[in-house]
């Protein structure tokens, strides 16, 4: 990986995944062991889009392995506010850093930011494209807790927009998981993502009732409606609070079930949830630093 972009999770093979998360595992053990592994090291920060745990946790995963991070700051406080394009802006930061970290809203511009630099870019979300460092997260927390072996997980909420859903998707059929989709008709997963599963052999089933497959579930990573990318507020609206879960309705799941998300929630996990064994998404935001600290380490 050292000196690669990684702008999307159809890069990983199985092999490049089970050595991040190794490490990932070996770094969360003796985090001192790697306090000098990226010594001299600075990352770019490059947020177009708000984030508070996949900004502080690069920044907290660079000073930990003994580097620094620099912030663009937002889009506000920077010259992208002048009109600054894309192009312009990572060609300067080049100059600045060892690596760059890139969130945006538009969808491929990781791909783009990518084709005007020498130094990695990391994509951080796109859009509804892809966000590959918190599908390592994700197949962390999931390897942690229940296992790659017969692994069944569910996907529940907006799988259209949900760029951590496109990205985990891809990754799951790469670790031979049974894949169960669970949304409105309206919010199911775009039809090209649809065909890359099909395409690798993805087992793949679809549902809008998420009672229909709760009990057979090893793991449930349910996720917020993505307010921000739908064209039409009214359509919003129509989803918005329809698919939520609670300690009731976990009663009827396995009582091994994982419940992950990749935060921030809104309403769609009920506090009382998360006095239950099932919930793992704080543990989840947490494993971000060991696995970027992995990723890091690789790359630079
Ligand atoms: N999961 C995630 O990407 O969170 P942030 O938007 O806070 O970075």
């Known amino acids: 990986m050292r000196h690669e972009h990684l702008i999307s999770a159809k890069q990983l093979s199985r092999e490049d995944i089970e050595t991040v998360l190794d490490r990932a595992a070996e770094i969360a053990a003796d985090p001192e062991a790697v306090a000098e592994a990226c010594d001299g ?3 770019a920060l490059c947020f177009f889009e708000p984030s508070t745990r996949t900004k502080m946790s690069f920044e907290t995963a660079i000073t930990r392995l003994g580097g620094d ?15 600054e394009s894309l192009a312009d802006t990572v060609r300067v930061i080049e100059g600045y850093a060892d690596a760059i970290v890139l969130r945006h809203p538009s969808e491929g511009a990781a791909k783009l930011a ?6 990695p870019v990391i994509n951080a979300g796109d859009g509804a494209g892809q966000h590959p460092t918190q ?17 069944s997980v569910g996907i529940m909420g907006d799988l259209k927009y949900g760029r951590t ?20 008709e309206s919010l199911r997963l775009p039809r090209s993502v649809r065909y890359d599963l099909h395409e690798a052999g993805a087992n793949v089933h679809e549902y809008t009732e998420i009672d229909d497959v709760l009990g057979a579930l090893d793991v449930l990573y349910v996720t917020r409606i993505q307010r921000e990318r739908f064209p039409d507020e009214n359509e919003y609206r129509q989803v918005a609070g329809e698919y939520r879960i609670d300690a009731e309705l ?3 799941a396995d009582d091994e079930l994982t419940v992950m998300h990749p935060l921030p929630r809104v309403d769609e ?3 009382d949830v998360d006095e239950t064994n099932h919930a793992t998404y704080f543990e989840q935001a947490h494993n971000g630093v060991p696995v970027r600290m992995a990723l890091l380490e690789a790359m630079l």
Not at 165 to 184: E, G, R, W, Y
């Open 114 to 119: 990518s084709q005007f630099v020498d130094v």
């Open 269 to 271: 996990i009920a506090a």
């Open 165 to 184: 859903v496109h990205s985990l998707a891809h990754a799951l059929t790469n670790v031979d998981a049974n894949q169960h989709f669970i949304s409105p």
């Open 135 to 151: 599908t390592l997260l994700d197949l962390y927390t999931i390897r942690e807790n229940a296992g790659f072996d017969d692994l």
């Open 250 to 252: 976990l009663e009827s």
């Open 69 to 83: 991070a620099t912030d663009m700051g937002g889009v506000e406080s920077s010259s992208v506010k002048k009109g």
């Open 41 to 43: 090291s600075l990352l």
